[in-house]
């Protein structure tokens, strides 16, 4: 099996185009043609990890933090960074980093960490805007079906917990082909008005090319009439954060001290407590700061993030109680979760490998400490 193929299911896993525009995801080093030797999956893809690679002879590093962020123009080993990137390179070895593209999707960072509290009910926090477009044609009455049949296969008329949604009506085309074509219906040089269908599908922006192609190879037309609008929808299924609901109502002090044991916290910073139960739970895994408003606004009880500064905390504004677990482990189960996808997806590894060439690093990248 080729990197390239393990590639697919990441990407099967966290479509690339769900990434945020500042991220830098996907394959950052490395042959995607080269054979795989076995699959490494982390946190952060520092030295020490690309250590373990070569120990255990796997030639794919999967990692969710991208260890190259931002632009750099020397690779000279003066920091971690760089010094991570050489040892993969001088040994062959493939980085992949998934970050954003995983926080955007529903089953992704935000769905685990919701899991690991066992909140129930859950739905995205901010979701992610001007991600979807509408496809609008016309085709004859005997193409409806097959046409539309292929849209869906090709990713269209999904909404929320729905599938192969569409809206069809009828109505008159009309239509006159030059010296040049070769119309479906009638002659050329002959006004043709003919019954037709018009077809309404919504799809995902990054599947435009994939669209397009399938409905030019379903149509009966030699003309294909079709339009493409951006929608102002936000993505129920898509983007950052997610809101759940506790089975029981809590305590705070006994809530919080719930979270530090399931997520294995050093430990957790939080605004004034409001004396209230909490239930409804509002989770973002890394930095979350940008989303305090989202989360007042979702009339949650409490915020489980990261990264929040002294400032942020006078955010919760007595609405919600903010808590800060730590960014390590507020995104802690995500590499499981990783491992576990790429054993159930890749049954069959590689003629001479097995599933246990998907490993789970056993290196702790977590920069904090505590006392």
Do not use: W
């Not at 971690?80 to 529903?106: F, G, P, Q």
């Not at 935000?110 to 129930?120: R, V």
């Not at 006078?314 to 960014?327: P, T």
């Amino acid at each position: 099996m080729k990197i390239k193929q393990i590639l697919t299911i990441l990407e099967e896993m966290a479509p690339l185009a769900y990434a945020e525009d500042f991220d830098n995801v996907g394959l950052l080093v490395g042959n995607q043609e080269n054979e795989a030797t076995g699959v490494l999956v982390c946190h952060d893809a520092l030295e020490s990890v690309i250590d373990e690679a070569i120990t255990k002879k796997c030639n794919l590093v999967v990692c969710f933090h991208p260890i190259l962020f931002s632009g750099i123009k020397k690779i000279t080993g003066k920091n971690y960074v760089e010094r991570s990137i050489l040892k993969a390179i001088k040994n062959d070895i493939a980085i992949y980093a998934v970050h954003t593209a995983l926080d955007n999707h529903k089953n992704g960072v935000n769905k685990i960490f919701c899991d690991a509290l066992g909140l129930k009910n859950t739905k995205v926090l901010v979701p992610k805007n001007n991600f979807i477009q509408k496809l609008v044609t016309y085709t004859i009455p005997e193409n409806v079906e097959k046409l539309r049949n292929a849209l869906f296969d090709a990713g269209a008329g999904k909404i929320g917990n729905y599938e192969d949604c569409s809206f069809t009506s009828q109505g008159i085309g009309t239509y006159m082909g030059n010296e040049n074509s070769n119309p479906e219906i009638g002659e050329r040089f002959e006004f043709v008005e003919a019954q037709e269908t018009k077809i309404e599908v919504t799809f995902e922006k990054y599947l435009q090319s994939k669209i397009i192609k399938t409905l030019f190879s379903n149509h009966v037309y030699e003309e294909v009439a079709y339009e493409i609008y951006d929608l102002q929808n936000s993505h129920q299924n898509i983007g950052l954060g997610m809101i759940g609901e506790l089975e029981k109502p809590m305590d705070e002090l006994e809530f919080l001290a719930f979270v530090k044991d399931k997520m294995q916290c050093g430990g957790i910073r939080h605004s004034a407590l409001l004396g209230k139960k909490i239930q409804k739970v509002a989770v973002l895994g890394g930095s979350g700061s940008f989303a305090i408003k989202n989360a007042i606004q979702a009339n949650v009880d409490v915020f489980l993030t990261a990264d929040l500064k002294y400032h942020d905390f006078y955010q919760s504004e007595n609405q919600l109680v903010l808590a800060d677990i730590g960014h390590f482990e507020s995104e802690r189960y995500t590499k499981n979760y990783i491992v576990d996808f790429l054993k159930e997806k890749i049954t069959n590894f590689a003629p001479d490998l097995s599933q246990d060439r998907i490993v789970l690093s056993e290196e702790n990248t977590n920069p904090v400490k505590y006392l």
